[in-house]
Nanobody, 125 residues
């Protein structure tokens, strides 16, 4: 079992930056692909970024490529999402998710087995 707790959300002006953190508990974190998803009011949850268990491969949604960076620190059981050049359309609840141990990367919500409660990011224009 993996439990996930996000932090770092808040209110920021357009063009600003935020770093989200996701602290994980559970023995399988170090072998789990981790992902970030987001959901704006009235919209479907969408893929933001993912990182494989070794950190060797990263993937991004088209809307955040070049602006967001996903990373992980397995010693701290934490995954990060550095968000730069934020835009009002980045406003959403951001959710951390984990796949089962030794599963590959995925863009699909259905492939993730564990979810955090989310942290709100609001970007003002």
């Amino acid at each position: 079992q993996v439990q996930l707790v996000e932090s770092g959300g808040g209110l920021v002006q357009a063009g600003g930056s935020l770093r989200l953190s996701c602290a994980a508990s559970g023995r399988t974190f170090k072998t789990s692909t981790m992902g970030w998803f987001r959901q704006a009011p009235g919209k479907d949850r969408e893929f933001v970024a993912a990182i494989t268990w070794s950190g060797g491969s990263v993937y991004y949604g088209d809307s955040v490529k070049g602006r967001f960076t996903i990373s992980r620190d397995n010693a701290k059981n934490t995954v990060y999402l550095q968000m730069n050049s934020l835009k009002p359309e980045d406003t959403a609840g951001y959710y951390c998710a984990a796949r089962r141990a030794y599963s590959g990367s995925s863009y699909y919500i259905k492939d993730y087995d564990y979810w955090g409660q989310g942290t709100q990011v609001t970007v003002s224009s």
